[in-house]
């Protein structure tokens, strides 16, 4: 279900396990600087357990089961957008169109390191840099072709989904977990990226002093994502949260 927008016929790779030192190892084999590192969030409100998180939060990733109500807020919300064309330099967020089965945990890893603070802690001349670099100027479509096409990418997610602590389903398989991305940009807009939208979601504006996982953050971001399942469904959702973040080691 969490791939009914990419073809059966499509490119597939194994599930990304929802694991910090998986995509964190990830990351880092394309090229993001050891400084930042993936942290579990076992708690979006409870002080004591927030306290224990580097900050600043530079992305959270939240990984959720698809639903049919997501499904019917999704395609409902999308039909009032056009389908996304942005690209060059001057874009305000790289995002990434999902065409390869099974691969939102990667989309959601890239949008993560590409945009915001993380941007700034790639290597250069690492896999990550060279990726960003050719993807930049293009358009989406080229912008998934690119991704579709990387071998660098795909030996390093394949690398990365053999050392999660289960055993890793099958590349075909069907998943019904999904990710999405949440990141400040460099004017302190928060945006939603998920790779299975029109494009982009703005969601707010935050001040200096905030960050994703910061009250106004979590308010224009994950938590208002979670309220509208929430409601919309009339029961609480199944999710986890991970943080990009300064590195701990």
């Known amino acids: 279900m969490a791939d009914?927008?990419?073809p059966v016929g499509r490119k597939a790779?194994?599930?990304?396990?929802?694991?910090?030192?998986?995509?964190?190892?990830?990351?880092?084999?394309?090229?993001?600087?050891?400084?930042?590192?993936?942290?579990?969030?076992y708690s979006l409100t409870e002080p004591s357990l927030l306290a224990f998180l580097p900050r600043p939060a530079l992305a959270l990733l939240l990984?959720?089961?698809?639903?049919?109500?997501?499904?019917r807020f999704r395609r409902e919300e999308d039909a009032s957008h056009e389908d996304y064309t942005g690209s060059g330099p001057g874009e305000e967020?790289?995002?990434?169109?999902?065409?390869?089965?099974?691969?939102c945990g990667l989309i959601g890893l890239l949008h993560s390191v590409t945009n915001g603070g993380a941007r700034d802690q790639i290597i250069e001349g690492s896999d990550l840099d060279d990726l960003l670099k050719k993807a930049i100027p293009l358009k989406p479509t080229e912008r998934a072709d690119l991704l579709y096409s990387s071998q660098a990418l795909e030996s390093a997610h394949a690398t990365a989904a053999a050392k999660g602590d289960t055993s890793a389903p099958e590349a075909e398989a069907n998943v019904d977990l999904h990710f999405?991305?949440?990141?400040?940009d460099k004017n302190g807009d928060l945006w939603e990226l998920d790779g299975r939208r029109k494009g982009p979601l703005k969601r707010g504006h935050l001040g200096?002093?905030?960050d994703v996982l910061s009250e106004k953050g979590q308010e224009v971001g994950v938590q208002a994502f979670l309220k509208r399942e929430e409601e919309?469904?009339?029961?609480?959702?199944?999710?986890?949260?991970?943080?990009l973040g300064p590195s701990l080691e």
């Open 4 to 6: 009914v927008d990419v």
């Open 13 to 41: 790779f194994v599930p990304l396990e929802n694991n910090p030192e998986v995509m964190t190892h990830l990351v880092r084999q394309l090229g993001l600087s050891p400084t930042l590192q993936f942290h579990d969030v």
């Open 63 to 71: 990984v959720f089961p698809v639903t049919e109500t997501y499904e």
């Open 93 to 103: 967020v790289v995002w990434f169109k999902q065409t390869i089965r099974n691969a």
């Open 180 to 184: 999405v991305a949440f990141i400040k």
């Open 208 to 210: 200096p002093e905030d």
């Open 232 to 243: 919309a469904g009339g029961g609480e959702m199944r999710f986890s949260v991970v943080m």
